[in-house]
């Protein structure tokens, strides 16, 4: 398709900007914007000192009364193209999917499904594998989205109104009457503050998770099923298709107190009534959709005994579906009403939703028997395919908590029975002693005991699970996920606190009841590293097992991309995550035991992100299985699940992804190879993990020069979350948090946890190895990992650029200490960057991919700007008292670059 229409559309809203800027600032702010624009296009063109400088001072000569004006510009721009980009997404897809006879959209349902049937796949073999497909993605408050959700609403009604001038039509008047209802956004967006002037609560990050579920994935799951049982009738015209409900959303708002004691159990409970009640409402809304159009009279067609029974009394009404709808919504107000403890006139679901599902059944069975079939399947089964994907939860809450904080509890319980000392004790010992007491039926709390306030909300969050799983169903909390997990312990920890709150019963007979999965999260290289061991001592713990086997020997472990990478650098995190699955995998396998990874990705490369369809692609084959459970964190929610369209596409990519990547079984021979090439890589990431920890935590001086040259203090300052930046009050890296780390470095353009360290490590492998070139460019054209990783270090190149990054170097106090790490940096990336253009065989970076290559050429000059402000606001606010008025204006200034910078470059942390 022809790129004129996103270029219209980008022009549209340019010129709008244009028009609003001048309406609402003057002529001499939109001259300003001009001026600065042209001399950023100038030094990207040209990039001499004397540019430089010419650049420098027109940045500098911007009033300081109309710095926010000329800031707020260049990024509501940036929101506007992205709007744009986005829509020409849809467009794009659309295209593909009219040309019927056309190749496939590269990621797409279609596409996966056609390779399966080429590649001789039988009906059979991919049934099985549709049959046991799982995918989770899990919506995280990680304090990466920078963008107000007033601002996000405003962007969905500009991108609404955009894509109706694509509808040929239209008449001028339509036409005009559009123009205007866009311009009326712009002008609203202009007047809106894109800062947020506190911290959001954790109601308010859980009712901003809710809100894409409300708005966007309520209607798009179900669509996704379809759209695959389409192409599977399609592709396999022999076999009739029903695809089980695999696809469903997670949430840790309200669930992840990991360093975050705003999150109590009274506020989870809450969280558990807001997901139920969103749920409800969503039904309700279908429902009376659904009686409006169900006004089948007996009169005329037959209802099944069955549906008529179920409507007791006596009088059998003339229109029963529409009688049947109304029982069902007042069943449905019922169970409201008594999950929030007020009397229910009516029969309440207390069963969860297998009743409401039971109840729908009968309307659509009755439908199908009567010549109402169409129905049924446009009308009806949708529905119930969304009480299957959303329950009464909405969306599956994870809770999290830090194994410190599950020690201190269990030693201080310990302590009040008389065994004394539990914290000082060897793992082995404390691995004896916990399955000792987890095998013993009583219990080691009674209500007598007093607990110190920090344990008492240890255990109400227990009991909070079970209060919960008892009323909204088992699927609304099914996993406690233990931080900084290190040992058996830390596992067998949370077990014992689940027994404790009844989550955790042994009958008679030898079997337990166990209504929790309990998963580690391993963070650090050495977490890694040391995981396997881990894994295997916990499958062969005889209490662990038991607990297991009521869980249906399968386990869930989670793996942290964030602190791997802050600990190791890009390449050795990815390797380590990498080694860790085929070890763990092996070790299941030996013990019966199926494993379902949770991969804590973020939407910074550095952090695990990137392409969804590429990420899960990369994985070992034997790590998928058909299950993946992947965290959605930040600014990637709203970049994603924003738009039906764009979310369509986002999941697509996610379901094909997983269905290729486990029907990919190797041969011996690929095994083989794989094991040569897993030995280049060994070396490579023992010497980038050198490199990276040399210049990171090595170097005395690089923690000054990370806090100067960048606004991580100022970050601190935009309320984008209702976590605290850091674990501890500490100025180590060790004990920053991963995500203002990434962020960090994205704003000063230098995205360093992206890249640093793969350009030695290569440079120094061919040095020994000369003929290796050819090795790594076969790897990366047939290794999945390897392509995934050389292709997310190739976007990172592409967005940092050393030339702004150079300004940032000029805040650090020191210049020695700035011109030797700067001088340093810029070093490696240039080997990176030859590093990437050598293995992937082009000439200049992204040369492979000439849209996205276009894309941030032109958005540089645009970017370039806010980074020249960022650097010289940074100086002056540091300069001045932040509590004095002078200094919070400059702040504000400051905050304002932050979300352009973000903006501009689409992604944060």
């Known amino acids: 398709m022809s790129e004129s229409l996103l270029h219209r559309d980008v022009r549209i809203l340019g010129n709008l900007l244009g028009e609003v800027i001048i309406e609402q600032c003057g002529r001499h702010v939109f001259d300003l914007v001009e001026n600065i624009r042209l001399a950023a296009k100038e030094l990207r063109a040209n990039d001499t000192p004397d540019n430089q400088e010419k650049f420098l001072a027109t940045v500098r000569a911007v009033p300081e009364h109309l710095r926010s004006d000329v800031i707020r510009a260049f990024t509501i721009y940036f929101q506007l193209v992205n709007i744009a980009e986005q829509n020409h997404r849809i467009r794009r897809k659309r295209d593909y999917e009219r040309n019927v006879g056309s190749q496939p959209q590269r990621g797409s349902i279609r596409a996966a499904v056609l390779q399966l049937k080429e590649s001789g796949a039988t009906a059979e073999a991919v049934a099985a594998l549709i049959d046991q497909l799982g995918i989770e993605l899990v919506l995280t408050a990680h304090p990466t989205e920078a963008t107000r959700r007033t601002v996000l609403e405003k962007h969905q009604r500009i991108a609404y109104i955009l894509e109706q001038f694509d509808n040929p039509l ?6 005009r009457n559009l123009e205007r209802s866009l311009k009326a956004e712009v002008v609203g967006l202009w007047q809106t503050s894109a800062i947020r002037r506190r911290r959001p609560t954790v109601l308010e990050e ?82 009376r959709e659904l009686g409006r159009v169900l006004s089948q009279s007996l009169r005329v067609v037959g209802v099944s005994q069955e549906l008529i029974a179920s409507l007791g009394g006596k009088d059998v009404p003339d229109e029963p579906y529409r009688a049947k709808v109304d029982q069902i919504l007042r069943r449905l107000e019922a169970t409201r009403q008594r999950f929030h403890g007020q009397e229910a006139d009516a029969d309440a679901y207390t069963d969860g939703p297998g009743g409401l599902i039971a109840d729908l059944k009968l309307i659509e069975d009755s439908l199908v028997a009567n010549r109402g079939q169409v129905i049924a399947e446009t009308q009806v089964r949708p529905l119930i395919r969304q009480v299957e994907l959303f329950g009464f939860h909405m969306a599956t809450l994870d809770i999290r908590q830090s194994s410190d904080v599950h020690e201190a509890a269990v030693a201080e319980l310990l302590d009040l029975a008389g065994i004394p000392g539990y914290a000082a004790m060897a793992e082995a010992e404390k691995i004896r002693l916990l399955t000792e007491l987890l095998q013993e039926p009583r219990l080691l709390c009674n209500p007598y005991m007093q607990h110190s306030p920090q344990t008492q909300e240890v255990l109400a969050v227990f009991h909070t699970i079970r209060r919960g799983q008892d009323l909204f169903g088992p699927e609304c909390i099914q996993n406690y996920l233990i931080s900084m997990t290190e040992g058996v312990s830390d596992l067998l920890e949370v077990l014992l606190l689940a027994k404790e709150a009844g989550l955790l019963l042994w009958h008679k007979d030898g079997r337990a009841t166990s209504r929790l999965h309990v998963v580690p999260l391993f963070e650090t290289i050495a977490d890694l590293r040391h995981a396997p061991e881990v894994v295997r001592q916990l499958f062969e713990n005889p209490v662990f097992r038991r607990h297991l086997a009521a869980r249906g020997n399968r386990q869930e472990i989670m793996l942290g991309y964030s602190d791997s990478n802050k600990d190791g650098g890009y390449l050795t995190a990815n390797w380590e995550l990498y080694k860790c699955q085929k070890a763990i995998c092996h070790i299941a396998a030996e013990h019966g035991i199926r494993v379902k990874f949770f991969h804590g990705r973020g939407g910074a490369l550095g952090r695990g992100g990137g392409p969804i369809g590429r990420s899960i692609m990369a994985q070992p084959p034997e790590a998928l299985q058909g299950k993946v459970k992947i965290t959605e964190q930040g600014e990637i929610i709203s970049q994603r699940y924003s738009h039906p369209g764009i ?142 990783l050389i292709e997310n270090l190739q976007m990172a190149l592409a967005k940092a650029d050393m030339l702004i990054a150079a300004q940032y170097q000029t805040l650090v106090g020191d210049p020695r200490v700035a011109e030797r790490i700067f001088s340093q940096v810029r070093a490696e990336y240039e080997r990176t960057k030859r590093a990437v253009l050598t293995i992937i065989g082009i000439g200049e970076i992204l040369e492979n991919s000439p849209v996205i290559q276009e894309s941030i050429r032109l958005r540089n000059p645009y970017v370039d700007p806010l980074s020249f402000f960022q650097v010289m606001l940074l100086r002056e606010l540091r300069a001045c008292a932040h509590d004095t008025p002078e200094g919070r204006q400059k702040l504000d200034t400051v905050l304002l670059t932050i979300n352009g910078i973000a903006a501009g470059l689409r992604n944060t942390g």
């Open 170 to 175: 239209l008449g001028p008047r339509e036409i």
């Open 206 to 287: 859980v009712r901003n998770g809710l809100y894409f579920l409300d708005e966007i994935l309520f209607d798009v799951l179900p669509q996704v099923h379809l759209m695959l049982e389409e192409q599977l009738s399609e592709a396999y015209p022999d076999r009739h298709w029903e695809v089980p409900s695999f696809l469903r959303f997670g949430s840790w708002m309200g669930g992840d107190r990991d360093g975050n004691p705003n999150v109590t159990a009274e506020l989870t409970f809450q969280t558990l009534l807001l997901h139920f009640d969103l749920a409800l409402r969503k039904y309700e809304e279908r429902l």
């Open 647 to 788: 979310a369509i596409r986002s999941l697509e990519s996610a379901v094909a992804a997983v269905i290729l990547g486990s029907m990919n079984v190797q041969t011996a021979e690929m095994r083989e190879q794989e094991q040569r090439w897993s030995r280049i890589v060994e070396q490579l990431s023992e010497d980038s993990f050198r490199t990276y920890q040399d210049l990171v935590y090595r170097d005395p001086d690089f923690l000054t020069y990370f806090q100067e040259s960048t606004p991580i203090s100022e970050i601190g300052e935009l309320n984008i979350g209702s976590r605290p930046a850091k674990r501890r009050d500490s100025t180590r890296i060790q004990d920053l948090r991963a995500i203002p780390w990434t962020f960090s470095w994205t704003q000063n353009r230098t995205l360093l946890p992206a890249w640093y360290g793969f350009g030695t490590a290569v440079e120094h492998y061919l040095q020994a190895h000369p003929e290796a070139v050819a090795d790594f460019r076969q790897m990366y054209r047939q290794w999945p990992f390897f392509n995934a």
